[in-house]
């Protein structure tokens, strides 16, 4: 039987099998680097703990506390709530095994930086060590993929491979960006959190990886991810974002839009304007995180990544512990 299949030259097929080779091979030394730099030193401070750092879908009740304004409104015990007339929620012991998925931003927004590193080599240290963190414990990780629109999603599933497979997927968005042609307005972050919201049937542990530079509008579909899910806002920033140094005259392009302008660094009123405005923003995406009740991880492309990670662990772990006591205070 004839096949109407045209077949590639040998040569182009030889030449495509060692691009990809030499990228899966990047991705794996990539991986191993950060298993043994920093997923070495993380090992057992974001494991062992879920109730505390990332919740399953567990069944057992441990508890009842006062309602915050980040709970589960499904989880109200409306008995309790008639009897002390103050709403309170149920705590359940959380089941070791979880389904996390990493929402990742990576327009072109995310290609810069002022250091050694660019917020997208952020973005990939970040989601290498929490997936291989997770699948050495039995839970599943999967990925939504944005660039100019939904490019990738990934199913969770478990396993060294899956991880490869999750960062072998964001090198080729990287790769995809250096030729693809400027995209037309910004990111819209608000079409990525709707397609999260309607890809995500159970609930899960939520990673909004991205530096939220994004159209206006993304705030209400970050609230109704939070309604179902566990959502952690992971924000991408270069210190140069916030503050401009005396440089003199120097050209800054839009990554978003391609427009180019030359900007008289020099100038110390356009400095004090722009991190005012920088401020201001800075103060505004704070609030609106808040206003959602997402927890909030800030990285820069100067951080260390074991110790941003620590930190935020910590942070989690006393903000759990601070409604425990408010809810033993109430019951005595």
Request: aromatic residues 6%; contains cysteine; charged residues 30%.
């Amino acid at each position: 039987m004839k096949s109407w299949w045209r077949k590639a030259p040998a040569a182009a097929n030889d030449e495509r099998l060692a691009a990809e080779a030499a990228v899966a091979g990047g991705t794996e030394r990539a991986l191993r680097r950060l298993e043994w730099t920093v997923i070495r030193r993380l090992d057992g401070l974001l494991q062992g703990d879920y109730r505390t750092l990332m919740r399953g879908a567990g069944l057992d009740l441990a508890d009842l506390r006062e309602y915050q304004h980040h709970d589960d409104v499904r989880h109200i015990d409306w008995n309790v709530t008639a009897r002390l007339q103050t709403p309170h929620v149920r705590v359940f012991t959380e089941d070791r095994e979880m389904a996390a998925w990493f929402v990742l931003d990576l327009s072109r927004s995310v290609d810069f930086g002022s250091g050694l590193k660019a917020k997208r080599e952020i973005s990939a240290g970040f989601v290498g060590v929490l997936a291989r963190l997770l699948t050495r414990h039995g839970n599943r990780v999967g990925a939504l993929v944005y660039g100019n629109d939904l490019e990738a999603v990934i199913p969770p599933r478990t396993g060294r491979r899956h991880v490869l497979h999750l960062l072998h997927a964001m090198e080729k968005r990287a790769d995809k960006a250096e030729v693809a042609p400027v995209q037309k307005g910004m990111t819209r972050l608000d079409d990525l959190l709707k397609s999260a919201a309607a890809l995500m049937p159970r609930r899960s542990t939520v990673f909004v990886v991205s530096d939220f530079l994004s159209e206006p509008g993304w705030e209400r579909p970050l609230g109704q991810l939070v309604q179902r899910h566990e959502v952690i806002a992971v924000r991408l920033f270069d210190p140069l974002e916030l503050e401009l140094p005396d440089l003199g005259l120097v050209p800054l392009c839009d990554a978003e839009t391609g427009e180019q302008l030359w900007v008289d660094t020099h100038d110390a009123g356009f400095r004090k304007r722009f991190a005012r405005l920088a401020s201001e923003r800075e103060t505004a995406l704070r609030a609106a995180l808040a206003k959602a009740g997402v927890d909030a991880l800030e990285l820069s492309t100067n951080d260390d990544l074991v110790e941003a990670i620590v930190r935020f662990a910590d942070l989690r772990k006393r903000r759990t512990r601070s409604g425990s006591a408010g809810m033993k205070a109430v019951a005595a």
